[in-house]
C-alpha cells in the first residue's frame, strides 16, 4: 500500500512563526504536491515537484516556499505564518503509469495561526 | 483551458436512497483521465477510480458506479442503496497526461450526507 505520511495532523502557531509541513511517501514516486483546502474553494495547489531539488509554482505560491532534498520527503515552509493561512494542507505524491497518474494523499495537518 | 465543475455544492439523503454526483469537465485534450476520490471526516483523500477518454463503458464496485459520457463531458459518480458511511466530501478531478506532467486539476467538492 502506498503510505504518505504529514508530520502533524494539528499545529497551533503565532502569527511571524516559520513553520515546517514535512511529507514523506514511502513508493518512490517521483511526484509531489502540496494543496491547501478550505471550505467553499476545495483544494488548491500551492507548490509540486517533479524530481529532487526541482520545484513547480502552484495556483497560490505566495508565502509558501518549498524544500525537496530527498525523494521521499517535500517540505512546505511559511516563511512568516499569517492568520490567512489557517487552513488544512494536505500532501500528495503520485507516480506515471500510462501516460496518466492517480495522486494518493496524506492524512493532512490542520494548521491554526494566531 | 482545463476545468472540472460540480455544481452540487452539498446533498443529504436519507440512508438507502440511491444518490448521483455531477461532474462536467472542459479538456483541450482527445486524450485525459477522469478521476474520483473521497474523503470522509478523517480527511484523507481517498482514491476511488480513474478512467481514460478512451474507455466509455460504465463502470460498477459494489454499490458505487460511474457513468462517463463524452457526448456531455460528463462523469457523473452514483451511490445506490446509500450507507451513513458514504457520508464524505466527494472530489472529481482532470489530467491531460499530452501536455506534460501536470497535476490533476480537482472540482470543488461535493458534501454528502447520509442521514439514518
Known amino acids: 500500500d502506498v503510505k504518505v505520511t504529514q508530520s502533524s495532523r494539528y499545529l497551533v502557531k503565532r502569527t511571524g512563526e516559520k513553520v515546517f509541513l514535512e511529507c514523506v511517501q514511502d513508493m518512490d514516486h517521483e511526484n509531489m504536491f502540496w494543496y491547501r483546502q478550505d471550505p467553499g474553494l476545495g483544494l488548491r495547489l500551492i507548490y509540486f515537484s517533479y524530481d529532487v531539488k526541482m520545484k513547480e509554482k502552484g495556483d497560490i505560491p505566495e508565502g509558501y516556499s518549498v524544500s525537496r532534498e530527498k525523494k521521499e520527503r517535500f517540505s512546505l515552509i511559511l516563511e512568516s505564518a499569517s492568520t490567512n493561512q489557517t487552513s488544512m494542507y494536505l500532501c500528495?505524491?503520485?507516480?506515471?503509469?500510462?501516460?496518466?497518474?492517480?495522486?494518493?494523499f496524506g492524512p493532512g495537518t490542520r494548521l491554526t495561526v494566531t | 483551458a482545463q476545468k472540472v465543475t460540480q455544481a452540487q455544492t452539498e446533498i443529504s439523503v436519507v440512508e438507502k436512497e440511491d444518490v448521483t454526483l455531477d461532474c462536467v469537465y472542459e479538456t483541450r485534450d482527445t486524450t485525459y483521465y477522469l478521476f474520483w476520490y473521497k474523503q470522509p471526516p478523517s480527511g484523507e483523500l481517498v482514491f476511488l477510480i480513474r478512467r481514460n477518454s478512451f474507455d466509455e463503458q460504465n463502470e460498477i464496485s459494489g454499490r458505487y458506479s460511474w457513468n462517463f459520457q463524452k457526448s456531455t463531458s460528463s462523469f457523473n459518480f452514483t451511490i445506490t442503496a446509500s450507507q451513513v458511511v458514504d457520508s464524505a466530501v466527494y472530489f472529481c478531478a482532470l489530467s491531460e497526461p499530452s501536455y506534460g506532467n501536470t497535476p490533476l486539476v480537482f472540482g470543488k467538492g461535493t458534501r454528502l450526507s447520509v442521514i439514518a
Open positions: 500528495a505524491s503520485s507516480f506515471r503509469r500510462h501516460g496518466s497518474y492517480e495522486q494518493y
